[in-house]
């Protein structure tokens, strides 16, 4: 089959260049604002725990969505992270683990 | 090299200091990977073009929030919540740039915005352990950076490429792939007990409001706001009782 490679579809490219906005204006705006203010104690600490919770709520919506599959590639996930706390062996367990799931469902 | 190190000359932004920093990188290089593979697939799963995924990892090379908002993609896709998304993920980096001050406070225009645009969690690590150790030559920090923007590129593209040549139906296990990153990086984040609190609203949360606005994104930002602000608030309070804690 033929695929159109550098295709670039107008909704697509400016959900691009607005995601590379706003990722450089928390690049280089954090470091020219935060140069002059010092955020207050209590902002720090809800902002340390950011990417986290991000992450979990992220996660764990689309874990369920996905099924036993998912649930039990997650499970094998952390199961390799704790074990090796190698982040290829962490995915690759997942992966191998839901496949399985998968072919045997 | 020996000069460099003394903590009590200029900073200086040298060719030698950015060879440094494009070989320090290096081992990194080998974690970022996966992740490279993993959004190519991904992109190629939500319809992107080989074009789109390599525009998208070159102008904004944020992985996680590439993922999530990824994650989140449509038809249309819709501006707003993939935005905000790159936004949310990346408020981080918006604290990270301060630490480095000592050396970016003296670079000024693309000197200091190049380095601005290419830092990267494990760039900053690398660099803040190099500058607190007396180092002097802040192009280190722009090595690092484009090595690692320079395989984030080529590994994406070769993610999409990977998706195309097997062309996984939907719900296929490979793309399971972005939801294990994740959580291999949650695994990694997981600090002790103090996270469970935080972590557990955050899971609830972002489930029920899942539940209640299905096809949208906000469950993302619903989750991290509930558990980040109970365990910012909790932290803040444990330390203005116990000042001398």
Known sequence: MTQDWWHFDP??????????????????????????????????????????????????????????????????????????????????????????????? | MTGLR??????????????????????????????????GVAGQGVGLSLGEITFMSAAVYAGAAQLVALGVWGHPVDLFAVTFAAFVVNLRLALMGPVLAPWLNRLSGWRLYLSLFMMVDHSWALSVKEMNSGYRDSAMFLGCGVSLFVFWVITTALGHLLGTQLQPPQGHPLFFAALAAFISILVMMWRGLGDLMPWAVAGVVSVLVAQIMPGSFWYIVAGALAGSVAGGVRDHRRTQRKPGA
Do not use: H
Request: with cysteine.
């Open chain 1, 11 to 105: 909704d697509n490219l400016a959900a691009i260049v607005l995601m590379a906005l706003a990722t450089f204006a928390c690049r280089a705006g954090g470091y020219v604002l935060f140069r002059q203010i010092t955020p207050s104690p209590l902002i720090r600490a809800i902002l340390s725990y950011i990417p986290g919770t991000l992450f979990v709520s992220f996660v764990i919506p689309a874990m369920l969505k996905g099924g036993l599959q998912s649930m039990v590639g997650a499970a094998a996930t952390v199961a390799a992270m704790i074990a090796t706390r190698n982040i290829s062996a962490g995915i690759g367990a997942g992966v191998l683990a839901a496949w399985a799931v998968y072919l045997f469902k």
């Open chain 2, 6 to 39: 003394n903590a009590e000359g200029p900073v200086v932004f040298t060719r030698v200091g950015f060879v440094r920093g494009l070989r320090m990188s290096l081992p990194l290089v080998l974690g970022l990977i996966p992740f490279g593979l993993v959004a």
